[in-house]
């Protein structure tokens, strides 16, 4: 494997810069226009970059929106699409193979966020869960907070909402997934295991609100200052 043991860039999101490496444990792999790089703790990641981790490895990556994403040990994701369009932004990463952990904070309207496999798409709006791809493509998308939505790539598929400690299984060329309960065990042990990931992503919301109401105080100053501007203004 052609690896070049160079140092990504490193830097803060932003709309160029849709995603960076905020959590690194073992051995990650970013390839990148045909190259394959090793991942580094806050390392860019750009449209189309390619992210895999191997045996005992684990990858934690924070976008632009204050979302997070954790790809598991033996999983793969490519982030395919991040745009900004009238304030609104739309975000999409695929996963080709294993776990992959997904936080979202509450979107703003208009603003999307998608998780895309071989078999099926899930519509995020403010949710926490988790996307499984097998070997045979087989996908499952199990939900621990808030609600998805899930479709399937086959023509004329209905989206189908997925609640909170519900799980949705789908195979290549489906229609619709099957959907089930999650045991009582999956959902508690999903909240030990991830609990670390699960309060660094309560920590993202907070920074999250706490930016936008610096926002909004600061074009409420403005708003100010310009009506000032105009009661000192003299008119002939």
């Known amino acids: 494997m052609n690896i070049i043991a160079g140092v990504l860039l490193l830097s803060l999101i932003s709309a160029e ?11 990650v792999i970013v ?21 895999t981790t191997y045996s005992e490895s684990v990858c934690e990556i924070q976008f632009a929106d204050y979302s997070l994403v954790r790809v598991e040990p033996n999983s793969s994701i490519r982030i395919e699409k991040k745009e900004k369009v009238n304030n609104k932004f739309f975000q999409r990463i695929f996963a080709s193979i294993g776990d992959v952990i997904t936080k979202v904070a509450k979107l703003n309207k208009g603003d999307e966020v998608v998780v895309k496999t071989d078999a099926a798409q899930a519509y995020i709006r403010g949710t926490t869960f988790k996307t499984s791809v097998d070997k045979e493509g087989k996908s499952s998308f199990s939900v621990f907070v808030g609600k998805i939505k899930v479709k399937s790539l086959v023509e004329g598929a209905k989206e189908i909402l997925i609640d909170k400690d519900f799980t949705a299984k789908i195979g290549k060329g489906e229609l619709k997934p099957f959907v089930e309960k999650l045991p009582f065990e999956e959902i508690k042990q999903f909240a030990e295991k991830y609990k670390d990931f699960l309060d660094r992503g309560k920590l993202l919301d907070s920074l999250r609100e706490k930016a936008e109401k610096e926002i909004e105080e600061k074009k409420k100053e403005l708003i100010k200052e310009r009506k000032k501007k105009v009661k000192g203004c003299i008119f002939w």
Do not use: H, M, S, W
């Open 17 to 27: 810069v849709p995603a960076k490496i905020t959590y690194l444990v073992g051995n």
């Open 31 to 51: 390839e990148r226009g045909g190259k394959k790089y090793v991942g580094v703790l806050n390392a860019q990641l750009y449209i189309n970059d390619i992210i």
